[in-house]
C-alpha cells in the first residue's frame, strides 16, 4: 500500500486569491492524480501528473487555473487559483499501488472560498 | 460511456444488522473494481480491490462480489457498527487499466444507529 500525506487538510479563502494543496507519497510513483469532488458529487479527475513533464488536465479543467508541479518522484503540488466559490469542493490526490492496480488517496483538502 | 450507479443513495441501520451495499455499472468490460469508504470532509480508504478475474473479496468484516456479466457488485457488511458510519463509495476501471478513466459511483451514505 501507499501512505499519502496532503496538506493543508482544509482552509478557508478569500475569492480571488489562490490556494496550492500539497501532497507527499512515501514511496516513488510515477503517476500522481488530482481530483475534485463537489459538494455531493463524486470524484472528477482533474490531471494526471508525471514526474519530468507537463500534467494531462481532463476536459474542462486547464493549467491556467489549477497548475500542477510535481519535481519528484514523490511529491507534487495542485495549485487552485483565482478562487471563486464555485470552487468550493474537496480536492484529493491519488496514486496507484499493488502493481498499477489498486487506488490510494490522501486525506483530502475541504477548501471553502468565501 | 462507463456509467457507476449506487443504491441506495442513503442507508440507516440499527447496530448490529448484516446490510448489503449495490454498485451497478453499464459497461461489463472492466479491469477491475475496488470499494472506498469516505469519512465526511476527508480522503477515501481503499476496502477492497476485485480484479476482472474474481468474483470476490473478503476482508474482515466486509466481503465484495462481483459479477462483471450483470454489471453488479456487492459490498456485504456483517454485524454492523456505529464506526462504520460513512459513505462508501465503488469505481470501475477499464480494460486497458488506464486508471485516468476510472469511473466512481456517487456513493451510498450509511449510518448505523447504536
Known amino acids: 500500500s501507499a501512505v499519502i500525506s496532503q496538506k493543508p487538510s482544509r482552509d478557508i479563502c478569500q475569492r480571488g486569491t489562490s490556494l496550492t494543496i500539497q501532497c507527499q507519497v512515501d514511496?516513488?510513483?510515477?503517476?500522481m492524480f488530482w481530483y475534485r469532488q463537489q459538494p455531493g458529487q463524486s470524484l472528477t479527475l482533474i490531471a494526471t501528473?508525471?514526474?519530468?513533464?507537463?500534467?494531462?488536465?481532463e476536459s474542462g479543467f486547464v493549467i491556467d487555473k489549477f497548475p500542477i508541479s510535481r519535481p519528484n518522484l514523490t511529491f507534487s503540488t495542485l495549485t487552485v487559483s483565482n478562487m471563486s466559490p464555485e470552487d468550493s469542493s474537496i480536492y484529493l490526490c491519488?496514486?496507484?499501488?499493488?502493481?498499477?492496480?489498486?487506488?490510494?488517496f490522501g486525506q483530502g483538502t475541504r477548501l471553502t472560498v468565501v | 460511456k462507463q456509467e457507476v450507479t449506487q443504491i441506495p443513495a442513503a442507508l440507516s441501520v440499527p447496530e448490529g444488522e448484516n446490510l448489503v451495499l449495490n454498485c451497478s455499472f453499464t459497461?461489463?468490460?472492466?479491469?477491475?473494481l475496488q470499494w472506498f469508504r469516505q469519512d465526511p470532509g476527508k480522503g477515501l480508504t481503499s476496502l477492497l480491490l476485485?480484479?476482472?478475474?474474481?468474483r470476490e473479496q473478503t476482508s474482515g468484516r466486509l466481503n465484495a462480489s462481483l459479477d462483471k456479466s450483470s454489471g453488479r457488485s456487492t459490498l456485504y457488511i456483517a454485524a454492523s457498527q456505529p464506526g462504520d458510519s460513512a459513505t462508501y463509495l465503488c469505481?470501475?476501471?477499464?480494460?486497458?487499466?488506464?486508471?485516468?478513466?476510472?469511473?466512481f459511483g456517487t456513493g451510498t451514505k450509511l449510518q448505523v444507529i447504536p
Open positions: 491519488s496514486v496507484l499501488g499493488g502493481g498499477n492496480t489498486e487506488a490510494f
Open positions: 514511496s516513488q510513483v510515477t503517476m
Open positions: 501528473a508525471n514526474q519530468g513533464s507537463e500534467a494531462t488536465y
Open positions: 459497461d461489463s468490460a472492466i479491469y477491475n
Open positions: 476485485i480484479q476482472s478475474s474474481q
Open positions: 469505481a470501475v476501471s477499464p480494460p486497458s487499466g488506464g486508471y485516468q478513466k476510472v469511473t
